[in-house]
């Protein structure tokens, strides 16, 4: 079983930044997909962004420019830079880890920009 511990959520000023880190714990597949979701009250969850094992990035368009991805593969661990960050960005932020036949989810850090 795998295992996702997120942290570095809080509250913070807009124009303010936080950054947070998941760290995966358990029987992992060296070849997956770490990502970050948010999911606002009332609203959908929605990708913020991911990274390959392999390094390669995705991002959702609202947070391109402000929001940086990064993972360290020794530490099974991936990380999320949030700056200029905005009262829209507040939300529970959830760390998922993909493999090719399973997905695992942590229990989510919450992130409030107040304005």
């Known amino acids: 079983q795998v295992q996702l511990v997120e942290s570095g959520g809080g509250l913070v000023q807009a124009g303010g930044s936080l950054r947070l880190s998941c760290v995966a714990s358990g029987s992992i597949f060296r070849v997956n997909v770490m990502g970050w979701y948010r999911q606002a009250p009332g609203k959908q969850r929605e990708m913020v962004a991911t990274?390959?094992?392999?390094?390669?990035?995705n991002y959702a368009d609202s947070v391109k420019g402000r929001f940086t991805i990064s993972r360290d593969n020794a530490k099974n661990t991936v990380y999320l830079q949030m700056n200029s960050l905005k009262p829209e960005d507040t939300a529970l932020y959830y760390c998922?880890?993909?493999?090719?036949?399973?997905?695992?989810w942590g229990q989510g850090t919450q992130v409030t920009v107040s304005s």
């Open positions: 990274i390959s094992s392999g390094g390669t990035t």
């Open positions: 998922k880890l993909a493999e090719r036949y399973r997905d695992f």
